[in-house]
């Protein structure tokens, strides 16, 4: 690489996206990862996608609608082929092209960018929207809204329309990644009545926005009509309204609920709503309808659930960025002169691209360590967050099918136990429904009528945290007994007739005396533990 090319500009835009590479990559350790790539496999196995769920006997034979077939397949394909760590590299890079994207809207705002502003603006943007990062389906809905946002903007910014007609192909490929397809429809809904709205405030002659509006209505109703193209149909039309009223979602997931600035992890999206009121009261000229119309809709969407940040970012670092200061040529020139002058040319000609240079390596082989550590530690982060030990010995055991599963577990044990073992929910909330959910809530936080639950759905093994309610309740109940237990999960299944104390005491675990030593005299105080516990450990969803 020539010296010229190594500029303190060219730099900028090659550092952040290294920086992003690391910044971005995950475990591969999402509650609903785990079901995805089953669905996967079932699908590359059979050769169709599923239309009624074969992971549940809750749901066995239920309709269901798979609306991210697509992405478990490359989920899948991905994970048999590299294993996690080719999974992390590519959700790592799925996440960084959006917000590369979204660079690139910045450096083309209304007024102009230097790179090193507009890449400033994207950093707070990705870090206000990390907690919602991951190797999960939802990346696709953001890298493809940012790529959408770009195609929109600069389709009628630059007049080139023939940019837009890259919508529907996009939008088709979108239907079938994942169901936040919806966003996309809504977004190009908010931009036609942010330009109507415009006109009528007489900011824009009608004789300038009509051509725009009408393109922009036109691809509206052409990703409608494309909506059907997906192995669902139309169910596909009711899907995400369906997700948006379910008040079981809301109250059980927790990327469902708004977010609790009280947390660090949220500051920074704090910080860009900060920034954000700051920059419009500052701005130099009133921001177009086309702006605030999406910008109301996705700030709404974002303070009302945590997985709408990433959105909202998308909106919102432009006009952040657009607020920036400017640095003139004439300025920049003089400077570069001095400085030439003080330092002396022959020192600088050198110095400045090698120091670049270095800095560039630096940053990529942070994200290569970054990559690294993560696939060499992704059995000890799965050993941590999911029951590992539990899981092997129900694969090698001979236990009930029917099987009560933590609800952030459900998916790892579809990954690891099916077709053997069918659960009685998992991520899946949109299948399960709210009345389903509410019943596993009723069981694991011991609420009136608990019992009944396991009883009527003929639950004959239970697989929770040893801390749990449930847990405690079922040690006290000589109609269960347990079969495996760790530090992590315990295995309690259903005995007919119930065995003799003295062996109950015996049987706890083969660690033996120590198993227990895990469980309090008291029921009530678990009970109050546990319901703690489910609150914090609470899934993210799949929608």
């Not at 669902?232 to 708004?258: C, K, N, V």
């Amino acid at each position: 690489m020539r010296a010229s090319q190594l500029s303190l500009s060219n730099v900028f835009p090659v550092v952040l996206l290294l920086g992003l590479f690391g910044m971005t990559a995950r475990p591969a350790t999402d509650p609903d990862l785990w079901w995805h790539l089953r669905t996967g496999q079932w699908i590359v196995e059979t050769g169709h996608v599923p239309h009624s769920d074969p992971f549940s006997f809750t749901r066995a034979g239920h309709a269901w609608v798979s609306h991210e077939w697509l992405s478990e397949v490359v989920f899948y394909e991905l994970w048999k082929h590299g294993g996690p760590a080719l999974l992390i590299i590519f959700s790592a890079i799925v996440t960084t092209a959006g917000f590369m994207l979204l660079y690139l809207r910045c450096l083309l705002c209304d007024y102009g960018r230097e790179k090193h502003w507009a890449a400033a603006a994207t950093v707070l943007g990705a870090l206000a929207s990390a907690p919602s990062w991951g190797v999960r389906p939802q990346m696709f809905t953001f890298t493809l809204a940012s790529l959408l946002l770009f195609l929109l903007e600069s389709g009628n910014k630059k007049d080139r329309p023939r940019l837009l007609l890259w919508i529907p192909p996009l939008f088709l490929l979108w239907l079938n990644l994942h169901a936040g397809f919806a966003l996309g429809l809504a977004l190009l809904l908010a931009y036609a009545v942010g330009l109507i709205m415009e006109t009528a405030a007489g900011n824009t002659p009608w004789q300038q926005a009509r051509p725009i509006i009408l393109r922009v209505l036109l691809l509206l109703l052409a990703c409608l009509a494309l909506v059907p193209l997906n192995p669902s149909g139309a169910q596909l039309y009711r899907y995400p309204f369906d997700t948006l009223r379910s008040s079981g979602m809301r109250s059980f997931i927790g990327e469902w609920f708004s977010p609790d600035f009280h947390d660090w992890l949220y500051r920074p999206f704090l910080l860009v709503w900060l920034l954000l009121l700051i920059a419009l009261a500052s701005s130099r000229s009133r921001p177009k309808g086309r702006v605030i119309v999406p910008l109301l809709l996705t700030s709404v969407a974002a303070l009302d659930a945590v997985r709408h940040i990433p959105i909202f970012i998308l909106v919102a670092i432009p006009v952040i960025a657009a607020a920036l200061p400017v640095a003139t040529g004439s300025r920049a020139g003089s400077s570069e002169v001095s400085k030439n002058t003080r330092l002396g040319a022959p020192i600088s000609s050198w110095f400045r691209p090698s120091f670049n240079l270095a800095i560039v390596i630096l940053i990529a082989v942070l994200a290569l360590v970054k990559w690294v550590s993560l696939a060499r530690s992704q059995d000890a982060r799965e050993a941590e967050l999911f029951p590992q030990k539990a899981v092997a010995f129900l694969r090698v055991g001979d236990q009930p099918q029917r099987i009560f599963v933590y609800y952030d577990w459900g998916g790892y044990a579809i990954w690891k136990l099916y077709p053997e073992y069918r659960v009685f929910v998992d991520g899946r909330a949109d299948l399960y429904g709210d009345d389903l959910l509410r019943q596993f809530k009723t069981a694991v936080q011991l609420r009136t009528g608990w019992r009944d639950v396991l009883d009527s759905w003929k639950v004959a093994a239970v697989l929770v945290p040893p801390s749990s309610a449930l847990s405690q309740a079922l040690l006290l109940d000589p109609k269960w007994h347990v079969a495996f237990v760790d530090s992590k999960a315990i295995v309690l299944v259903r005995t007919n007739p119930p065995p003799e104390i003295p062996a109950l005491s015996r049987a706890l675990s083969p660690v033996g005396e120590e198993s227990e030593k895990m469980f309090p005299r008291a029921i009530r105080i678990c009970e109050t533990r546990a319901h703690d516990s489910f609150q914090r450990q609470s899934g993210v969803g799949s929608f």
